[in-house]
């Protein structure tokens, strides 16, 4: 159950993160093409080694999600455990998805996210500051930049898993929300902010709607 769960969670990512991955790939095979300062010795490499180095780049990065499907899918084991073993959590069980909408609203305006999406809008920064030319250090610069895209939208991750919104529709919902708040700059931070005050809206209209139904 769990590699299913990881493995669908992972190939989920991939088709909703594809778009917003597309400009670092090729900045990363661009680099590698171009004799560049940032390497010492020779820089020209063979076709093989620039593609075992992207998988790496691409593996490393993939690794941050998965690492993220591990820790839902254990939020979500010990749940169900803790809902068989205490059947009155079940009576509260409707404040789950407003105080997830809520928190992701408080979590878009917070410093840390702020600060990833910051490092995302500047993918090249990474490589500047960054650079490895060996191939574990193409691991490497793959997990950093997966961890800031993590850092960025992992409350969205939680949102879906919570709501149980893990269809195309909804996926492909946030695949346009996260381009537009990656890829585009200022802009995109700016937006951040009016996705926090909506998530913080559906938190207050869902508890407004479930207190008068009670």
């Given at each position: 159950?769990?590699?299913?769960?990881?493995g669908?969670?992972?190939?989920g990512?991939?088709?909703?993160?594809?778009?917003?991955?597309?400009?670092?790939?090729?900045?990363?095979?661009?680099?590698?093409?171009?004799?560049?300062?940032?390497?010492?010795?020779?820089?020209?490499?063979?076709?093989?080694?620039?593609?075992?180095?992207?998988?790496?780049?691409?593996?490393?990065?993939?690794?941050?999600?998965?690492?993220?499907?591990?820790?839902?899918?254990?939020?979500?084991?010990?749940?169900?455990?803790?809902?068989?073993?205490?059947?009155?959590?079940?009576?509260?069980?409707?404040?789950l998805?407003?105080?997830?909408?809520?928190?992701?609203?408080?979590?878009?305006?917070?410093?840390?996210?702020?600060?990833?999406?910051?490092?995302?809008?500047?993918?090249l920064?990474?490589?500047?500051?960054?650079?490895?030319?060996?191939?574990?250090?193409?691991?490497?610069?793959?997990?950093?930049?997966?961890?800031?895209?993590?850092?960025?939208c992992?409350?969205?991750?939680?949102?879906?898993?919570?709501?149980?919104?893990?269809?195309?529709?909804?996926?492909?919902?946030?695949?346009?929300?996260?381009?537009?708040?990656?890829?585009?700059?200022?802009?995109?931070?700016?937006?951040?902010?009016?996705?926090?005050?909506?998530?913080?809206?559906?938190?207050?209209?869902?508890?407004?709607?479930?207190?008068?139904?009670?």
């Open positions: 159950a769990a590699l299913a769960f990881i669908v969670w992972v190939v990512m991939v088709a909703m993160m594809f778009p917003v991955m597309i400009p670092v790939v090729l900045a990363y095979d661009r680099i590698q093409r171009t004799p560049s300062p940032l390497e010492a010795g020779p820089t020209t490499k063979s076709r093989m080694w620039r593609g075992a180095a992207m998988f790496l780049f691409l593996s490393g990065y993939l690794a941050m999600y998965a690492l993220l499907g591990v820790g839902v899918f254990l939020a979500i084991v010990l749940g169900s455990s803790v809902a068989l073993t205490t059947p009155t959590v079940m009576d509260v069980a409707w404040l998805p407003i105080a997830v909408f809520a928190v992701a609203g408080a979590y878009q305006l917070s410093p840390l996210k702020q600060r990833c999406l910051a490092r995302v809008h500047s993918p920064a990474l490589f500047v500051k960054g650079w490895r030319a060996d191939l574990p250090g193409a691991a490497m610069m793959g997990a950093r930049h997966g961890l800031y895209c993590v850092g960025c992992w409350m969205y991750m939680i949102v879906l898993a919570v709501v149980g919104a893990m269809g195309l529709f909804w996926m492909a919902g946030f695949a346009v929300v996260l381009s537009i708040e990656k890829a585009t700059g200022h802009w995109g931070t700016a937006f951040s902010k009016v996705v926090a005050a909506g998530l913080v809206a559906l938190a207050a209209v869902l508890a407004a709607r479930t207190l008068l139904a009670l």
